[in-house]
């Protein structure tokens, strides 16, 4: 009897063996919960997936925290819908997670594109399941330059991301990461072909149509009202020398309208600090779980 109950019984929080959900509208998500503790939740970056969070997951669940990042809707190993691929979506498939899970007091913490996505969450869904947020690179407010929003980039950058994701995106991933998003094209800049590679990867995993609509979502979605309504502790951290997502129009304006923010500038990171600093990140991370 005491075997046949091992066998059936259910596993403890942060080793469940599901490792996917379905949302309400028939997107199959794909998820991994790691270790056990004051849940810790990862939103990554466009176009990659959870993986892109392995440094400061492991890290985290090593320090007695329970860690849990999703592949967002198109991306990763979740599935590839035609439509949907914008940030409510994202939000509302993030809150169905966190019920699924039933997650309470979480630590919210995304990534460029990710950013949006928590913020985007908090702005419909409110702070029910989370205690404190991070934004890292992060989107938010906007990336667009408007006549409201001088400090943002020209659409025309994002046409051409746009157009070259339709010629090649293969090259175009290969390109991004071996430049801009590490810093790589910096002069004195030592490229790591591994990181290159891993970030082609992971881009190529998602697919081509959501990645695609993505850019639209991580571009022209105003994350302004979302931000006001931040009630709990922020933690931003964004380096000065983003090439991808600017500091000014972005880390520091974020800041400025979240009341309970706390703003970290890392002198001379590029936008994909979480791998170039991880050890930085990580350290930060866990004090601000902790504060």
């Known amino acids: 009897m005491a075997a046949a109950a091992t066998c059936t019984s259910q596993p403890p929080h942060g080793d469940s063996p599901m490792s996917t959900f379905t949302t309400s509208d028939g997107v199959e998500i794909y998820y991994k919960d790691w270790g056990q503790g004051q849940p810790i939740v990862f939103c990554h970056g466009w176009p990659l997936n959870s993986d892109s969070w392995e440094s400061q997951m492991i890290f985290l669940a090593s320090q007695g925290y329970r860690c849990i990042a999703h592949d967002r809707r198109g991306h990763g190993r979740s599935s590839q819908p035609w439509s ?90 290969r390109d991004i990461a071996g430049g801009p998003f590490y810093g790589f094209n910096r002069p004195g800049a030592t490229r790591s072909e591994g990181l290159v590679q891993a970030w082609w990867m992971q881009g190529m995993m998602g697919g081509h149509k959501n990645t695609y609509d993505s850019i639209k979502a991580f571009s022209e ?67 601000f779980i902790k504060s």
């Open 221 to 287: 979605t105003d994350f302004t009202g979302d931000l006001k309504k931040f009630s709990i502790p922020t933690l931003i951290i964004h380096g000065d020398d983003d090439q991808v997502v600017p500091i000014e129009a972005a880390g520091k304006a974020a800041a400025r309208l979240i009341k309970h923010a706390t703003l970290l500038v890392y002198p001379g990171a590029p936008h994909g600090l979480a791998d170039t600093h991880k050890d930085k990140v990580n350290a930060d991370l866990l004090a």
């Open 84 to 173: 949907g691929n914008d940030m409510d979506h994202y939000a509302d498939d993030l809150a169905q997670l966190l019920d699924k899970l039933d997650i309470k007091d979480a630590v919210l913490f995304g990534f460029s594109t990710g950013g949006g996505e928590v913020a985007r969450y908090i702005g419909r869904h409110g702070t029910r399941r989370v205690a404190k947020a991070g934004l890292i690179s992060a989107v938010p407010p906007l990336m667009l330059q408007t006549d409201a929003n001088p400090g943002g980039l020209p659409i025309s950058v994002f046409d051409g991301i746009r157009a070259c994701a339709l010629a090649n995106r293969a090259e175009l991933y």
